[in-house]
């Protein structure tokens, strides 16, 4: 995930090399994701349950592991279900931090971006304008596809695949038919 950080804004290093570096990233993240559902992470329900204790309220030191409440997160995210009707919430973590709702749809990304007004050091439409900008230089390294194959690309990709089961079926018969041709030639020898 570190390498795709470090080069996405470098202009010296192909588009290539950055969707590789994109992929390995995203698998890096799925790998967390599996780590978190099998308990190998902190649990966001009790981190909050140990945010909101009060300062003099003593806490079982269940909730006071490190292992358990974890660092201080500058940035929370949570997916919410897409929908018609997208309103959603997600409070920072931290007071100098931000959380982040979103939601995936067919034709849209919606968030819900929110965080501390009042501490004076995070600016929401700074972080707001941040992930627009990321999700465009995304964009760039994945172009729509009538940009790369034209607007009747669905009908070129259908003939591609076509072809490409024609071409495997033809591989396929050629694979039998060199089976066959030695069994024969052993069998007429």
């Known amino acids: 995930m570190e390498r795709f950080l470090e080069i996405f804004d470098d202009d010296d290093i192909l588009y290539d090399d950055k969707r590789e570096a994109f992929k390995d ?5 799925q790998t967390i994701l599996e780590q978190i559902s099998n308990g190998y992470s902190t649990d966001k329900h009790i981190f909050g349950l140990n945010s909101v204790a009060s300062k003099d309220e003593k806490l079982d030191p269940f909730f006071t592991t ?5 660092p201080e997160w500058k940035i929370s ?8 009707y997208f309103y959603s919430g997600f409070g920072a973590p931290s007071k100098d931090g931000y959380g982040v709702s979103y939601s995936i749809s067919e034709h849209t990304i919606n968030f ?5 007004k009042h501490n004076g050091r995070n600016n929401i ?3 707001r304008d941040g992930i627009l900008q ?5 964009m760039i390294l994945f ?4 940009a790369i194959w034209g607007h009747d690309w669905t009908e070129k990709r259908r003939l591609e695949l076509k072809e490409k089961a024609f071409m495997g079926k033809l591989s396929e018969i050629s694979s039998q038919y060199q089976e066959r ?8 020898q």
């Not at 819900?112 to 501390?116: K, V």
């Not at 041709?181 to 007429?188: A, D, N, Q, V, W």
Request: no cysteine.
């Open 134 to 138: 990321g999700l465009k230089d995304v």
């Open 181 to 188: 041709k030695e069994i024969l030639r052993k069998k007429y």
């Open 77 to 84: 995210t949570k997916n919410m279900s897409p929908g018609l």
């Open 125 to 127: 439409y700074n972080f």
């Open 143 to 146: 172009p729509k596809r009538t």
């Open 25 to 29: 990233a995203i698998e890096s993240h």
């Open 66 to 70: 490190a292992d358990i409440i974890g």
């Open 112 to 116: 819900s971006i929110s965080g501390r």
